[in-house]
């Protein structure tokens, strides 16, 4: 292995290279975890020695730790793209992770969508989950009138966060209200449960019932609010910021408190967090002066809060759903006639379960340029074989799948002849033609983007496999295709009992042998296979970290 | 009313003054929830008059405001209580709020208690919800063995956050971990789910079975760690204060991510939550600089939270409930044998749910005076009648209640004679020697401490409620009791014609009648009522905000 002079690793900080050794021993291959502490690194860590190196295909820099003589092996990918430098984490929760907006921006465009294209179609979910994320909010159209329903649509992204108000709540005129909102009074722009600590940071509403004359819905961006008054007012964004207020709610079973500022900033000085709810607001406690700064900005918020440029005015209909960020948006309503019914169902949820539910889905699109070859230039033809390459991997992966194969060899078999196509030009012509296109290296490379070794590496031993059988299975060479027995030649032929020895010897040469045989056994015209979507979740759910 | 020099306000800031307006318009009565927005306050808002009042019995001072000709009256006991001054509230989740220690503090004086006197003891368990927000943690003892009791706990003062690992969680070793808390692996203390935004501030480890060879848990205060690092190396304190640390989970369902500090402070700098897990700690991106100041502080706190005298250790036995703080305890765990079976069922929950069951519970403890009072004085003697104070005022609670009244006059039945006892003293003693003791006011005037005036003002009105009904219902003097009748006299007789039409105007006279015909009734030697403690969740449920 050639040395390199330590400029490959320049002036990388010590500890932050060695904390990010990817070794097995330093980090789980299954969670990602790491598996030792920064304090039981040694004093006194230095580079001994650093030298070029390939791990699984792909260029590496190897390091050798002084004083205790460990290696880690860095992808040079991997070292390019976390290169230390820029201005450090977004933390995509704050102002600097969304689209502000007043009302004006969001015309013609609001985040929504029908109910069953939305449970149905991944792309729609994924767009009005990143709806909730960047403009803080969605609405979900013809959502089923059902009591409780609002409880599904959580389930769809996240999990319930129930409160003293139940698992859900009902919003409608009540008799004997502990709340404003169970009245038909307006209410002006706020966050709910400011009391609560951790705050609910989703909050939905389902609308059963709307006949009443007024209880329309508006919506303010509260990261836009406290910016424009961050620019209007520097001096009352500040107090704002600063000032913890205490919000307290108590009735028969509950009695709630949090001290927290209205404008929440993160230590960077974001904005994070907006709580501004006059209803629930206590008594401030403070020298004299203070309380007069405070008061000035809190009244010069809340008067900002109500121009109308800054309202998005909607109305719910039976069906519709609301999602919104409540640590973000304030919501507002109209009052209302108490002729006309008026029923919302609501709960609270949290934006941490809903972005996880975005990045699972978004998995999916990664695998675009593999779902693209199954849809494209696979279902040609497979050199010679009676079925197209699509079909032949699919019974494969179909094959493994039924055989009760762990996921990460009915991956490999779903995807073991990828190498056949380089940039939508089949290659393996090239083959049939007489000269080995490699397609086993090739296409481990190629999954190496999305997979670890334990999907690249039986991929990248399955025309070993097939020269290793056929050395040491009587009668495994008589039944392969006539294809296979004439590409054999091209590949190298039989093996060797001494080749044969050194692949038996490799760790992955069991799982590349299992899947040359769902290889060898796909090649029938008539059978019926899922389509490639079928596989999706399992892939993803591989998909390296 | 006499006019009052401004000095009576002093020089307290108008906004704030008017945003705590106590009346019916400015607040609900039921909610108290404000029902005004700041901004729609008038410009130029100033006092234009101030003037002593009374409310509810008790010295208040009454503002006129300009321009809008509002009126407030201010309890003077709530402008004393209240006056601007000092530094402001005290944020209690931070370590302003907190018991900070070390293991030797705690030497001795564990927060523990058992399972079936926390569950039946409000002292105990007040107690012990206490412990958990001041040194953050609590041990229940001889929680039933079962699985899915856990949640049974949580319940007892919250609500359950349910997170990807479940509503509950096994902590046992498991053949596929996704986790390494799933094995049988030393853990060194860390936070839990740092890469959830919000954090679950609560987690409870409920232990089922260990009889492994190990498997010991240790806790230690990671706010008092902070301080402790603020102390040694400011610097490193700061770092950690303002970088951003990425922590991330990922697995086959979830993918998270937070943008977090490992010691997070509010915006007076107080530390509010740490988030220590080198597990889940991902890779940051700063300029090379800043990560290496990030590196030696990480490290530096990193070998300070290992210090043994900061850990605690404490070793769950089956039916241990430990539960704890995950803002600011780090928790461990030793290593174990695998031969020995370990099974812990753990669970998350909120610190908010908990600190308002805490304080719901100590609303009952601000009633002792009362239970003292059903308990002592009020046992001995009831002024000519066969039965005792204690007992003719349950009995009166009781009908009230039997009949169906709302709690507010169930309360005034209940507590309308309080006034006879003043300081244990007996004062009716005075009445029945001919001296009005004016029972009723001084009951009232009692009960303002804890109610507000829809149980004060019946109390107030009972006495003037006899002497109305003897001048509008015939015969309802002769029913009258002997001692009833005698007092009569004492009290200022019959009420005239135009004293009566004065009375039944009062707002409080219909309730007045009602508590009036129950303490008429309530002199059975023989009625068996339940004990004062009966009452006290509806006494409590009444108390002021």
């Known amino acids: 292995m050639p040395a390199l002079s330590s400029d490959a690793i320049g002036d990388l900080p010590v500890l932050w290279l060695r904390d990010n050794c990817p070794c097995a021993q330093c980090r789980d291959p299954r969670t990602g975890q790491k598996l030792f502490q920064i304090d039981a690194l040694p004093d006194g860590l230095r580079v001994a020695t650093v030298a070029a190196a390939e791990r699984a295909g792909e260029p590496a820099v190897e390091v050798v730790w002084a004083p205790d003589g460990h290696c880690s092996a860095y992808p040079s990918a991997w070292l390019e793209a976390n290169r230390p430098g820029g201005p450090g984490h977004r933390d995509r929760r704050t102002e600097a992770g969304k689209e502000l907006w007043t009302a004006r921006d969001l015309a013609g465009r609001l985040p929504e969508a029908d109910w069953e294209a939305y449970l149905g179609e991944p792309a729609v979910r994924a767009r009005m989950l990143e709806s909730v994320l960047r403009v803080g909010f969605m609405v979900l159209r013809g959502v089923p009138e059902r009591e409780g329903q609002v409880l599904a649509v959580a389930e769809t992204f996240g999990y319930v966060r129930e409160t003293n108000y139940g698992k859900l709540f009902d919003v409608r005129v009540e008799p004997d209200p502990n709340n404003l909102a169970f009245t038909s009074a307006a209410i002006a722009p706020h966050t709910d449960n400011p009391y609560r600590d951790p705050v609910p940071t989703l909050q939905l509403l389902h609308c059963l019932v709307n006949e009443a004359d007024g209880g329309d819905s508006g919506l303010v961006d509260g990261f836009g609010a406290a910016a424009l008054l961050r620019r209007e007012d520097p001096e009352a964004f500040e107090v704002l910021t600063r000032t913890p207020v205490p919000f307290v709610f108590r009735d028969a079973g509950t009695e709630l408190r949090a001290d927290r500022p209205l404008i929440g900033t993160d230590p960077l000085g974001h904005v994070r967090e907006v709580r501004f709810n006059n209803r629930s607001s206590g008594t401030l406690r403070l020298p004299a002066d203070a309380l007069e700064s405070f008061y000035a900005a809190y009244r010069t918020f809340a008067k900002l809060l109500l121009r109308p440029e800054l309202r998005l005015d ?83 992966g179909a094959r493994a799948e039924a055989a009760g194969a762990p996921p990460h060899l009915v991956a490999a078999a779903l995807l073991h002849d990828v190498g056949h196509v380089e940039d939508d030009v089949v290659t393996g012509r090239e083959l049939m033609a007489g000269t080995d296109n490699r397609h086993s290296h090739t296409g481990a490379g190629m999954l190496s983007r999305w997979f670890g070794p334990e999907v690249t590496e039986p991929v990248r031993l399955h025309v070993a496999a097939k020269r290793y059988l056929c050395a040491v299975e009587p009668g495994y060479h008589d039944r392969l295709s006539e ?19 050194e692949f038996a010897a490799l760790p992955g040469a069991a799982d590349a042998v299992a899947v040359r045989r769902w290889d060898d056994e796909a090649k029938d015209p008539d059978a019926v296979t899922p389509p490639f979507e079928h596989f999706l979740p399992m892939l993803t759910a591989l998909l390296r970290g």
Chains 1, 2 share one sequence.
Request: hydrophobic share 45%; net charge negative; charged share 20%.
């Open 483 to 501: 294809a296979s027995k004439y590409t054999l030649a091209v590949q190298g032929g039989v093996m060797t009992p001494a080749q044969a020895a």
């Open 314 to 396: 909607l109305r719910l209909a039976p069906g519709d759903c609301l999602v919104f960020d409540n640590t973000r948006l304030l919501h507002a309503r109209t009052a209302f006639a108490q002729d006309g019914e008026r029923h919302l169902q609501g709960c609270y949820a949290d934006l941490d379960g809903l972005a996880s539910a975005l990045a699972v889905l978004r998995r999916a699109d990664t695998l675009e340029p593999l779902a693209e070859l199954f849809a494209g230039a696979g279902t040609t033809e497979y050199l010679g074989e009676p079925v197209s390459m699509a079909q032949h991997m699919l019974q494969a």
